[in-house]
């Protein structure tokens, strides 16, 4: 695991190119505290920090092949190393170290660009071919490891950080209004943009070529989720045995290895694979909060952990820590994200780097595979029955409804089956086939601000003329479906893990477990199940059973039934007593803030937020993200050497 940079450029390097560089790298220290490498030639020079977890003493980089022809930085972890060097060395390939990552470099001797098929794993990297001449970039398939791009002139730098890149002053800071209106409905911003102009992301499962004669850059697509062929099998076995493997992969290191616990199922399962691929190996961790409110989860987690003998390790996360690091904390991220538990992950990290465990596992990606939010799976559902002309008209549909009233259950049945049909009523929760139409309303699946009804839109809130240029760009326009309709539950999964999952979950985690210099790992994202489940998909649509119905009986022998059949709750904090003293806190420090300055904010609206934010109303959601912007705009502007400059600490609480 490590930070990456470079710069690659058809002119000569300079002075000014290196020095750039190495600063760079320098901001990435928290990325790789345990030591640092960089390669330079006449038009390349590449940079990294090392955080040492696997072979400890010879994997320093850069790596290089036998003739050093071939030089390599990487940020990541290539699961399969073990696997790919037996291969690569039975065919004459010869190893300098026991890194996991020299993998990458035979593999490209091997099988020139193809060579990025044989992967498994979570990676970023920068490969100069000097016998070629070129330079390739490349990142993993689902998009775990992040690499940021600024193309100027015969230039192109490229960092594993929005931060880091921003402090050597390539470009200058400027918000991109289209990103931006996308950030207010989404609570991120969808890649491969970014908030700033100028700066963009190498998208997941993409290579760029840089021919270093022509100045050409080539980007190309090697992998898609949709594109997974269809899986004919039992879907309870074929997914155990994918899990069983995973389980095996992902805990190879040689340092020691956690799994952060909640009682949910997905990260349940987990430490009950990993205690078992690697008995005694494996701590547990997790997080509380004080009082135990109802989103505490200690209790179970140490049942759990007892029962599978793992070390057991807790912290708790208070609302004055929660608000004295909001600031830093949002610019952290590395992009704007309005996600409360990215507190969470934070605590859980730092629990993970206080212990001496520099390599944590994570549950991310299991809900977004296997159906575990009900609103994805309702629209896969209705999507495909209109698709195929099953679904009732609206009007069939109420007649139906008032037919079944006597046997609802109960007035919290009813309103289930109310809110259901004034959903379908309003044409929620289904995808619209016709040619170039954008997807409804469903894909700003947190509240997408500007369509609701009166004054609480983001158009109340933005100055006009940032206003009209932020309009230009369409929240939906990234969603919009060409014929042939896809298959709805394909293409659904595919765009929560193309959206939420990567850019909110993925990012929050990946920025907020490299500020405390500890490796996240995702065995749920991993591309191998996650091709698995869409060609399960493909086969059968199972839109229709209960959620996550296929994932739960791979797993049902492992978990007890008190977890087993545990409501969901989710990796969220006491979010109403967090959101209350946040408003406390913050609530007038918009006013000569960042936004109002540079002429996004509308200062009347900074008096509408004071008044009306003292309570949860819809003005609360949009204060948050509004604030976590603030701070966030706050922090890339201080690595500038431009005018406007604030301090990202508030007094602490009394």
């Given at each position: 695991?490590?930070?990456?940079?470079?710069?690659?450029?058809?002119?000569?390097?300079?002075?000014?190119?290196?020095?750039r560089?190495?600063?760079?790298s320098?901001?990435?220290?928290?990325?790789?505290?345990?030591?640092?490498?960089?390669?330079?030639?006449?038009?390349?020079?590449?940079?990294?920090?090392?955080?040492?977890?696997i072979?400890?003493?010879?994997?320093?980089?850069?790596?290089?092949?036998?003739?050093?022809s071939?030089?390599?930085?990487?940020?990541?972890?290539?699961?399969?190393?073990?696997?790919?060097?037996?291969?690569?060395?039975?065919?004459?390939?010869?190893?300098?170290?026991?890194?996991?990552?020299?993998?990458?470099?035979?593999?490209?001797?091997?099988?020139?660009?193809?060579?990025?098929?044989?992967?498994?794993?979570?990676?970023?990297?920068?490969?100069?071919?000097?016998?070629?001449?070129?330079?390739?970039?490349?990142?993993d398939?689902?998009?775990?490891?992040?690499?940021?791009?600024?193309?100027?002139?015969?230039?192109?730098?490229?960092?594993?950080?929005?931060?880091?890149?921003?402090?050597?002053?390539?470009?200058?800071?400027?918000?991109?209004?289209?990103a931006?209106?996308?950030?207010?409905?989404?609570?991120?911003?969808?890649?491969?943009?970014?908030?700033?102009?100028?700066?963009?992301?190498?998208p997941?499962?993409?290579?760029?070529?840089?021919?270093?004669?022509?100045?050409?850059?080539?980007?190309?697509?090697?992998?898609?989720l949709?594109?997974?062929?269809?899986?004919?099998?039992?879907?309870?076995?074929?997914?155990?045995e994918?899990?069983?493997?995973?389980?095996?992969?992902?805990t190879?290191?040689?340092?020691?290895?956690?799994?952060?616990?909640?009682?949910?199922?997905?990260?349940?399962?987990?430490?009950?694979?990993?205690?078992?691929?690697?008995?005694?190996?494996?701590?547990a961790?997790?997080?509380g909060?004080p009082g135990?409110?109802?989103?505490?989860?200690?209790?179970?987690?140490?049942?759990?952990?007892n029962?599978?003998?793992?070390?057991?390790?807790?912290?708790?996360?208070?609302?004055?820590?929660?608000?004295?690091?909001?600031?830093?904390r949002?610019?952290?991220?590395?992009?704007?994200?309005?996600?409360?538990?990215?507190?969470?992950?934070?605590a859980?990290?730092?629990?993970?780097?206080?212990?001496?465990?520099?390599?944590?596992?994570?549950?991310?990606g299991?809900?977004?595979?296997?159906?575990?939010?009900?609103?994805?799976?309702?629209?896969?559902?209705?999507?495909?029955?209109?698709?195929?002309?099953?679904?009732?008209?609206?009007r069939?549909?109420?007649?139906r409804?008032?037919?079944?009233?006597?046997?609802?259950?109960?007035?919290?049945?009813?309103?289930?089956?109310?809110?259901?049909?004034?959903?379908?009523?309003?044409?929620?929760?289904?995808?619209?086939?016709?040619?170039?139409?954008?997807?409804?309303?469903?894909?700003?699946?947190?509240?997408?601000?500007?369509?609701?009804?009166?004054?609480?839109?983001?158009?109340?809130?933005?100055?006009?003329?940032?206003l009209?240029?932020?309009?230009?760009?369409?929240?939906?326009?990234?969603?919009?479906?060409?014929?042939p309709?896809?298959?709805?539950?394909?293409?659904?999964?595919?765009?929560?893990?193309?959206?939420?999952?990567?850019?909110?979950?993925?990012?929050?985690?990946?920025?907020?477990?490299?500020?405390?210099?500890?490796?996240?790992?995702?065995?749920?994202?991993?591309?191998k199940?996650?091709?698995?489940?869409?060609?399960?998909?493909?086969?059968?649509?199972?839109?229709?059973?209960?959620?996550?119905?296929?994932?739960?009986?791979?797993?049902?022998?492992?978990?007890?039934?008190?977890?087993?059949?545990?409501?969901?709750?989710g990796?969220?904090?006491?979010?109403?007593?967090?959101?209350?003293?946040?408003?406390?806190?913050?609530?007038?420090?918009?006013?000569?803030?960042?936004?109002?300055?540079?002429?996004?904010?509308?200062?009347?609206?900074?008096?509408?937020?004071?008044?009306?934010?003292?309570?949860?109303?819809?003005?609360?959601?949009?204060?948050?993200?509004?604030?976590?912007?603030?701070?966030?705009?706050?922090?890339?502007?201080?690595?500038?050497?431009?005018?406007?400059?604030?301090?990202?600490?508030?007094?602490?609480?009394a």
């Amino acid at each position: 695991m490590c930070g990456i940079c470079g710069v690659v450029t058809r002119a000569a390097l300079t002075p000014e190119h290196s020095e750039r560089i190495r600063r760079i790298s320098a901001a990435m220290i928290h990325r790789g505290p345990d030591g640092e490498g960089e390669h330079a030639d006449a038009q390349v020079h590449l940079a990294m920090r090392r955080l040492a977890i696997i072979d400890l003493e010879g994997g320093w980089q850069p790596l290089y092949n036998e003739d050093r022809s071939i030089a390599l930085v990487a940020n990541g972890e290539v699961y399969n190393y073990v696997e790919l060097q037996q291969d690569l060395e039975s065919r004459g390939h010869r190893y300098r170290t026991h890194s996991d990552c020299e993998s990458i470099i035979h593999a490209y001797e091997q099988h020139g660009l193809d060579f990025v098929h044989k992967l498994r794993g979570m990676y970023a990297f920068a490969l100069y071919d000097s016998d070629k001449r070129r330079v390739i970039l490349g990142r993993d398939r689902m998009g775990e490891k992040p690499l940021y791009l600024i193309e100027k002139g015969d230039d192109l730098w490229f960092a594993s950080e929005l931060r880091s890149i921003m402090s050597a002053g390539i470009i200058p800071f400027k918000l991109d209004p289209g990103a931006i209106h996308q950030y207010f409905h989404y609570q991120f911003v969808p890649e491969p943009a970014t908030p700033i102009q100028g700066l963009r992301k190498l998208p997941a499962g993409h290579l760029m070529v840089i021919d270093l004669d022509s100045g050409t850059r080539e980007q190309k697509c090697y992998w898609r989720l949709d594109d997974a062929p269809p899986v004919e099998g039992e879907p309870a076995r074929l997914i155990r045995e994918e899990l069983e493997r995973i389980a095996t992969l992902i805990t190879r290191a040689d340092v020691p290895v956690g799994v952060a616990l909640s009682a949910g199922v997905d990260s349940s399962a987990i430490a009950a694979l990993v205690a078992r691929a690697r008995p005694g190996l494996i701590s547990a961790l997790t997080i509380g909060y004080p009082g135990r409110p109802r989103q505490d989860e200690r209790s179970f987690a140490e049942r759990w952990a007892n029962e599978l003998k793992m070390p057991f390790l807790q912290a708790e996360v208070s609302v004055r820590e929660f608000v004295e690091l909001f600031a830093e904390r949002s610019f952290w991220r590395d992009d704007p994200i309005a996600d409360t538990a990215g507190h969470s992950y934070f605590a859980v990290a730092r629990l993970a780097r206080d212990r001496r465990i520099p390599v944590l596992l994570q549950g991310q990606g299991g809900d977004e595979l296997f159906w575990g939010y009900g609103w994805l799976q309702r629209a896969a559902r209705m999507s495909r029955l209109k698709a195929s002309n099953q679904l009732y008209s609206p009007r069939e549909r109420l007649r139906r409804l008032r037919r079944r009233l006597p046997s609802l259950g109960g007035p919290g049945a009813l309103k289930a089956w109310a809110l259901e049909m004034y959903r379908t009523m309003q044409g929620h929760y289904v995808l619209n086939p016709d040619d170039g139409a954008p997807l409804d309303q469903m894909v700003a699946y947190n509240l997408a601000n500007e369509y609701q009804a009166g004054a609480f839109g983001v158009a109340s809130i933005l100055q006009p003329e940032f206003l009209a240029l932020a309009q230009r760009t369409s929240p939906a326009s990234l969603f919009t479906l060409p014929r042939p309709w896809p298959d709805p539950g394909v293409f659904l999964t595919k765009l929560i893990c193309d959206t939420y999952l990567m850019e909110n979950g993925m990012v929050q985690g990946d920025r907020l477990s490299m500020v405390n210099s500890v490796e996240l790992r995702l065995p749920l994202s991993d591309y191998k199940l996650a091709e698995l489940a869409v060609g399960l998909r493909k086969a059968r649509p199972d839109d229709h059973l209960s959620p996550k119905h296929h994932f739960r009986a791979a797993i049902r022998d492992l978990l007890p039934d008190w977890l087993l059949n545990r409501p969901k709750t989710g990796f969220s904090p006491p979010g109403g007593i967090w959101m209350s003293a946040l408003v406390a806190a913050y609530k007038h420090s918009l006013a000569d803030g960042y936004l109002v300055s540079a002429g996004l904010l509308n200062p009347e609206v900074v008096h509408t937020f004071q008044r009306h934010t003292s309570k949860h109303s819809p003005w609360t959601d949009l204060f948050y993200r509004t604030l976590v912007l603030e701070f966030w705009a706050r922090g890339v502007q201080a690595l500038t050497d431009a005018p406007l400059h604030y301090s990202l600490r508030v007094p602490a609480l009394a």
